[in-house]
C-alpha cells in the first residue's frame, strides 16, 4: 500500500476531508477498534467500530458498529451479529453488498480516512440499504489507528465479492439479472473463424477454466467472461465496435 498512487480527490471530497482533518485536530484519538478472525489473505469476518461521515446538510461524525463477511459491509449504531443472510433481512442494519456494485476504495492515510464510492459511471446498486441508494455518493469512514489494516481488508473483500459474481454470473447464464446483454459460452463451442482472442487482454481465449468462462456479446463478439466483466465497470458498450451491452 505505501507504493500506490493516490487518488485524485474531487472537490467536494476535498472540502469533506478539509472539515474531517479540522474536526480530526480538535477532537480525541479516534474510536475504533477492529476485531479480525485470522488473516487478510483468508477474508475472514471482521468487526468492530470506526467513525462515519453524516450525509446530512452539517457535516458531523458518529460511532458505528461494523462487519465486514461474505463481501458485505454491515453498519448499525447498536451493538449486532449474525449470519450474514440474517443481518441482510434485518432491517436495524445497514448495508452494501460489495459484489452488486463496483466500487472503489480510496484512502487518505494522512487523515486516516477511507473513502467507499461507486466506480465512474455506476450507483449505488437498488439492493443495498442505506440513504444512498441509487446515488453515486461517497461513504467516508475514520478508520483510526487501523487504517492500514482496514484498508487491505475493503480491497481484500470487494475483490473476493467480484471474483464471488462473476464466478454465479457465468455459471448461472444470468448476465440479465445485472442488465447486461451477454450469454455465456463455453470455449469448446466456439466456432471456426471466431475471434480466438480476447480484444480486451489479447490473450487466447480458449486459455481459460470453467469459472472464468467466455461470453459472446449481443453484436457477436468473444471476450473472457472476467475481462468483460470489469470493462462494463466502467463502460456498458462492446470494447470492438461499441454497440451497446445494457440488455
Known sequence: ?????????????????????????????????????????????????????????????????????????????????????????????????????????????????????????????TGDRHGCVGTQRNFLFDAGEHYQRLMELFQGHIENARMSALRRLVLDNSWRDEGLSLETVSPGDLRNGTDLECAVCHEKLCECDELCGVVRTRCGHHFHAACLFQWTATSKTCPLCRTSLTA
Open 1 to 125: 500500500l505505501g507504493s500506490r498512487i493516490p487518488p485524485i480527490p474531487t472537490p467536494w471530497e476535498l472540502l469533506c476531508l478539509a472539515a474531517a482533518m479540522s474536526a480530526a485536530a480538535a477532537r480525541p484519538p479516534s474510536l475504533s477498534t477492529l476485531r479480525c478472525e485470522g488473516r487478510v489473505q483468508d477474508l475472514a469476518p471482521c468487526a468492530g467500530t470506526f467513525q462515519k461521515q453524516s450525509h446530512g446538510a452539517w457535516v458531523r461524525w458518529s460511532t458505528r458498529r461494523f462487519s465486514l463477511q461474505d463481501g458485505m459491509l454491515f453498519w448499525s449504531k447498536h451493538e449486532f451479529s449474525g449470519a450474514t443472510m440474517e443481518l441482510r433481512d434485518s432491517a436495524a442494519v445497514k448495508c452494501i453488498d460489495l459484489s452488486r456494485t463496483p466500487v472503489a476504495v480510496q484512502g487518505y492515510e494522512l487523515a486516516n480516512i477511507i473513502c467507499l464510492k461507486p466506480s465512474f459511471r455506476n450507483s449505488w446498486h
